[in-house]
């Protein structure tokens, strides 16, 4: 957060996808480090059963020197977080008994104003063309009357992002990436290592490939890659035959979503 | 531990000077690397009061996923551990209700084996040098008795470095201190903020030099350092003039001790 410039003090809200030790251990730390920065905004935390007495255990002295309130909520399939223009869904994942992927939905955006069009029609700038931005039908001085659709295109669906956390292959995650922007998928293993993906609960790259294409996805992130990869292009290379816009996530990595 | 090549299977023993988050949330995602490494040597862990229900609250999914067995004991003023040539010892520290400063303490070395002094002598090299450096007194062919005194120095002391942990100026770790070649000891803020040293129960850099000089140490390194400063020059400036062999710990620094 600190390299990535995110800030300590912004509404926050942390989803766990499952309580092994790898996903939650840095949450305390991270806690202690928004308390040492003076953070006062309350923060929550959502994940699968066990969340809230994994957080009733952390040290006393790391409770006690919180300087901001924290919630947190059990989470299960459907909706676990509204927005102001977004909802947050979660899904089974295939891990052990109790793991979710999430999703990011944002809500349907306005239709693009096509001002090339509105200068044609003789549409002054200003309240006019804010109103046929709402939707409402205006009137010209010349009398002539504007249907929003003259100038407003259709209403755009809004960003969709899933994360798939620690899964194996899964139809429900495939029901549930359906059409996602992105989707953020396991991708520990390559295909030579299928058997070990199968006894650790985990995906190969080939697997995350076959729920993107499955799913109608634009984009595919690997990522919880094992160590054992020092140079990744294996996993792209063998994902990219199934579902070729494939990429390998990077820390930090910062990516444009329009 | 990485970055400095200890590795991660030696014998290893982790010794906690007090229950604040910053000291010990590290543990839980060091012992899950240790098991991902294929640790299998037991592991103690010392720490005060508070110790062993800290790792009895690890999340399952961690202690569950161990590969080797840890033990824990819960430490006050003393001997906590005996080495083979070395002993640890505990020494209440100025920081809350329960705190630890450690110090490792060597065995005394067998003295230097004047090589020169032999060979003037006529002492052979093999069995007879042997004998007189395990303080045995030999017949030389000639009929002569050489006395261990005459070819081997006097025994050294070994080696005593000192940890403070976290603390405020306090007597008992001056005593504890006594005669250390090292000195580690808590220098988190400089002189000027002596008021807030007080109220965090943390040391200035001018209270370690207090520590050090009282206790006749070698050599004092300031560690546990606010990250206010992002130069520390003014913490050794300050130190310096109240014991002069004061330097400020790096992460990862390597020292030669002899």
Chains 1, 2 share one sequence.
Request: aromatic share 8%; charged share 25%; net charge negative.
């Amino acid at each position: 957060m600190m390299a990535a410039g995110t800030g300590f003090g912004r509404e926050t809200r942390i989803f766990i996808t499952h309580m092994h030790g790898d996903h939650i251990l840095g949450i305390p730390g991270l806690l202690m480090t928004m308390s040492l920065l003076g953070r006062e905004r309350r923060l929550e935390i959502y994940g699968p059963g066990g969340v809230g007495e994994y957080l009733a255990t952390m040290p006393v002295s790391v409770r006690r020197g919180l300087t901001f309130p924290i919630g947190y909520a059990e989470a299960g399939p459907g909706r676990v977080y509204r927005g102001k223009d977004y909802t947050v869904l979660a899904e089974r994942a295939k891990h052990g008994e109790d793991a979710l992927a999430y999703a990011f939905v944002e809500d349907a955006r306005r239709g693009r104003f096509d001002a090339h069009r509105a200068e044609e029609l003789g549409i002054p700038e200003g309240p006019l063309r804010s109103a046929l931005v709402r939707g409402e039908t205006v009137t010209l001085s010349s009398g002539r009357a504007v249907h929003p659709g003259e100038v407003v295109g259709p209403e755009r669906p809004g960003v969709k992002i899933v994360y798939s956390g620690d899964t194996q292959y899964s139809k429900s995650l495939v029901e549930f990436s359906r059409g996602a922007d992105i989707l953020v998928h396991d991708g520990t293993f390559d295909e030579s290592l299928v058997k070990d993906a199968e006894a650790a609960m985990h995906s190969t790259c080939v697997d995350a490939a076959r729920v993107a294409s499955e799913a109608g996805v634009k984009k595919l992130y690997l990522f919880h890659v094992s160590a054992r990869y020092r140079d990744t292009s294996i996993l792209k290379a063998q994902a990219s035959k199934v579902f070729q816009n494939t990429e390998v996530a990077e820390d930090l990595q910062a990516i444009d979503i329009t």
